[in-house]
Structure formats: structure tokens, C-alpha cells
């Protein structure tokens, strides 16, 4: 007889002979060794990574996409005996979601609603159905545009802030020159206040004494 133990997060196949007996669970098993294959499955959360995919968006412009997924196995029996690769798949199937989602859009619909580039969780769990795999989140993680589409982007924005900077100062301009149109209408029609303006400009000039005078200020 052979003893095993199995972890909290470990469940472990038995086969006998080329086929599965049971699927031991937590804690100490023993079993005849004897024609016996034990088949380690963890049934902690994992995280597949999906690099950079260069994609086609709606108007044939060409966007990398990279995506993570998180996952984990409830059915051990199924992901042993199912597929050869299960995690081979469902990193197909998060390819094949990244397709769709770009293909069904334009690159500016893309860039400008974040939104849009969501992965549906459903869609990519369909692929790989039956494999014993539940499908945590997936979520698109960088987006990344080819060198000439990123300039551009660069100097469409910096057009834009100039836009906004150049627009500011005709305002300022405008209220200023405004500003000047009502002070020089309210003097055109009460020119008494021009000639008090002119005597308090002068009451505040000083004047620099010669030597041994004293400066007299108004």
C-alpha cells in the first residue's frame, strides 16, 4: 500500500489500470500502488497572460492588444481527461475575443471609448465550456497603436491644446478691448470725468528736487 496527501487546494486523480477510479480530496489517502497513476490537479486561481496580437479594426487599421485572464479549475476530471491542452485553449479563446472586439469597431471608437474594450467573459468561457475551467475576469490590459498612428495622435492633440490656448487669448482679447469701448464711450458722454481723471493722474506725479529743495507731491 502507498500513502498520499493531498492539500487544501489539490485535488488528486487516481486511475488503476488506465482508468479513474476516484478523485481524492483534502487529507491522507492510501491505495495499492500497483497499476495506480495519480494526476495532480491545483485548484488555486491562475493568471494567463496574452501578449501584444496585432489586429484589424473595422476601417482596416492595424492595433496591438494585450489581455489578462484569471481562472481556475472546478472540474478536475475535466480539465485532466477532456483536453490534451486546456490552458491552450483558452488562451485561443481569449485571441479569438480580442479579434472580434476589435474587428467590430473603428480605431476611433476604440481610442476614445475605453468602453468598448472589454472582454466579454461569456463569450470567452463559451469556447472553452466543458473543460473545467470557470473563467474569473478578463480584461483588456494595454493598447498599443503602430509608431505612425501614435505621432499623429501626438500632434492631433497638441493642435487641439494650441486650439484651445489660441482661443483664450482672442477672449482675452475681446473683454479687453471691450473694456476699452465702454470706458472711452462713458468719457464721451461725461467728458467732466476725463478732466478729473487727467487731475488725479496728476496729483500723484512727483517731482525730483534740485538739491536743498524739498519734493512736493499733490
Not at 13 to 29: I, S
Not at 168 to 189: G, K, P, Y
Request: glycine share 6%; charged share 25%; net charge neutral.
Amino acid at each position: 500500500m502507498a500513502v498520499v496527501r493531498v492539500l487544501d487546494w489539490q485535488r488528486v486523480l487516481l486511475f488503476v489500470d488506465g482508468r479513474l477510479e476516484r478523485v481524492l480530496e483534502p487529507g491522507r489517502h492510501r491505495y495499492r500502488r500497483r497499476g495506480a497513476t495519480l494526476e495532480t490537479v491545483d485548484t488555486r486561481r491562475r493568471i494567463t497572460a496574452v501578449p501584444g496580437q496585432e489586429l484589424l479594426t473595422a476601417d482596416g487599421l492595424s492595433l496591438r492588444l494585450s489581455a489578462q485572464l484569471s481562472w481556475r479549475v472546478v472540474d478536475p476530471v475535466a480539465f485532466v481527461t477532456v483536453s490534451t491542452a486546456p490552458e491552450q485553449e483558452l488562451y485561443s479563446a481569449a485571441q479569438l475575443a480580442l479579434r472580434d472586439l476589435v474587428a467590430g469597431a473603428t480605431l476611433d471608437e476604440l481610442v476614445t471609448d475605453r468602453g468598448r474594450l472589454a472582454l466579454d467573459v461569456a463569450a470567452v468561457s463559451a469556447h472553452v465550456d466543458g473543460l473545467g475551467i470557470e473563467l474569473l475576469s478578463a480584461a483588456v490590459r494595454d493598447v498599443m497603436l503602430p509608431g505612425e498612428l501614435r505621432r499623429a495622435a501626438v500632434e492631433t492633440l497638441l493642435a487641439r491644446e494650441q486650439g484651445k490656448a489660441e482661443l483664450e487669448r482672442a477672449r482675452a482679447e475681446a473683454a479687453s478691448l471691450r473694456t476699452l469701448a465702454n470706458a472711452a464711450r462713458v468719457l464721451e458722454e461725461h467728458p467732466a470725468l476725463l478732466r478729473l481723471r487727467t487731475i488725479q493722474s496728476a496729483a500723484t506725479i512727483v517731482l525730483t528736487p534740485e538739491p536743498g529743495q524739498v519734493a512736493v507731491k499733490g
